[in-house]
């Protein structure tokens, strides 16, 4: 069985019946129709694509958190308290 | 049905000279400015076109649409349209081959060839002897036993009357193997012909 069928036409198409298949106007609407779909899809994409940079550079240049000092390196006592508590008993012992 | 073979009726060739394929290819840069101006060879193809769709299709109605789709991928794709030397009609003839090829993939349908009575005539002219006499069912049945590539080179050639390097350019294959393709096809014609009178 063959991939093609041939057949053999008696009468040939006459020029106005082609012709009344032509129209111009309808192919340069679809055209400006698909040029504009175009258009909006590059224009989605350029968005996607500032916004995807725009959250990379977000992430990246995020300011480090200061680290927190461990309590090893920095062992310091507060004591004003007991330097008070000194002065008051030298005082009473003055007094 | 038979029909005698005139050799006396031969068409003229419409081929035209590389000053017309130059302006021509202005007009196109033109088209790529100012799309109102692709009408020029819209009005100047349509037929052609649609001559060559309905001859692989055989349908009116999908003939128009196809036609249609052509020349509206033509336009989109001006820009990438470069001069190689052929008519911009042959760019048309690659697209419509393509929008044809995917109609049959599509729709998974039997290819057709549905030939002209005339112009069938003039082929079987290039694949027997003169003042023969052939059964044209015959023959069309023969012309089964061929392969697809070979009847679309015979048909570019005898039908559209495209020239080697149209051809390659239409096909997307070398002009020498354009040459060489038709050339086998006539001789496997010839060959298929010879047979029934032997």
Redo the contacts between chains.
């Keep these: 069985m063959t991939k093609f069928d041939i057949r053999l036409r008696r009468s040939r198409f006459t020029q106005t019946r082609i012709e009344s298949h032509k129209n111009y106007q309808s192919l340069m609407e679809r055209h400006y129709e698909s040029s504009k779909k175009k258009t909006r899809g590059v224009m989605v994409l350029v968005i996607l694509l500032i916004l995807t940079i725009a959250i990379l550079v977000a992430v990246f240049n995020n300011p480090k958190e200061p680290k927190q000092e461990s309590p090893k390196e920095n062992m310091s006592f507060d004591i004003s308290h007991y330097q008070s508590e000194t002065m008051e008993i030298e005082a009473f012992y003055k007094g | 049905m038979r029909i005698t073979i005139d050799h006396k009726i031969i068409e003229a060739r419409k081929h035209i000279s590389q000053e017309e394929i130059r302006i021509e290819f202005e007009t196109v840069k033109q088209a790529v400015k100012n799309?109102?101006k692709f009408?020029i060879l819209?009005?100047r193809y349509?037929?052609a076109i649609?001559?060559y769709i309905?001859r692989r299709i055989?349908d009116?109605e999908i003939?128009?649409d196809l036609?249609?789709q052509t020349?509206?991928k033509a336009?989109?794709n001006l820009r990438k349209y470069s001069f190689k030397g052929v008519p911009f009609s042959a760019w048309l003839y690659r697209i419509a081959s393509n929008e044809v090829n995917r109609h049959y993939q599509q729709t998974n349908k039997?290819?057709?060839?549905?030939?002209?009575?005339?112009e069938?005539e003039h082929l079987i002219e290039q694949g027997v002897e003169e003042e023969s006499a052939y059964d044209?069912d015959y023959v069309?049945r023969q012309?089964?036993?061929m392969c697809?590539s070979d009847?679309e080179a015979l048909e570019l050639r005898f039908f559209e009357s495209k020239s080697f390097a149209e051809m390659a350019f239409i096909l997307e294959i070398t002009e020498a193997n354009a040459k060489m393709r038709t050339y086998r096809a006539i001789e496997k014609l010839r060959n298929l012909l010879k047979r029934r009178k032997g």
């Design positions: 799309p109102a009408q819209y009005d349509f037929t649609f001559n309905f055989d009116e003939t128009a036609t249609s020349f509206l336009l989109k039997k290819m057709v060839f549905s030939f002209d009575e005339r069938f044209i069309i012309m089964h036993m697809e009847i």
